[in-house]
């Protein structure tokens, strides 16, 4: 059983940054990966970056060269650092991790983009 806590999010410019973690709790270990999604109002909730517990990274097209998704060293809280946000990146973000194929979501953060 493993309990996610997302916090980071908030209101931006178009161009700034943020950087949003997701705290785990519970029984953590063997975890086998860990993940960001988002879901925009009218759209299907989509993967935004995933981190396995070896340290292999996939990134959206949408966010490559822009977002890094990373872990701390006790593998208890992911990241993600957001840069040169744009306005289509406003969403519910949301904190996944996977064990045993079973699936753990967090409560989700809200990330606006908007002049």
């Known amino acids: 059983q493993v309990h996610l806590v997302e916090s980071g999010g908030g209101l931006v410019q178009p161009g700034g940054s943020l950087r949003l973690s997701c705290a785990a709790s519970g029984i953590i270990f063997g975890i086998d990966a860990m993940g960001w999604y988002r879901q925009a109002p009218g759209k299907q909730r989509e993967l935004v970056a995933s981190?396995?517990?070896?340290?292999?990274?996939n990134y959206a097209d949408s966010v490559k060269g822009r977002f890094t998704i990373s872990t701390n060293n006790a593998k208890n809280t992911v990241y993600l650092q957001m840069s040169s946000l744009k306005f289509e990146d406003t969403a519910v973000y949301y904190c996944?991790?996977?064990?045993?194929?079973?699936?753990?979501w967090g409560q989700g953060t809200q990330v606006t983009v908007s002049s």
């Open positions: 981190i396995t517990s070896a340290g292999s990274t």
């Open positions: 996944n991790a996977i064990r045993s194929l079973i699936a753990f």
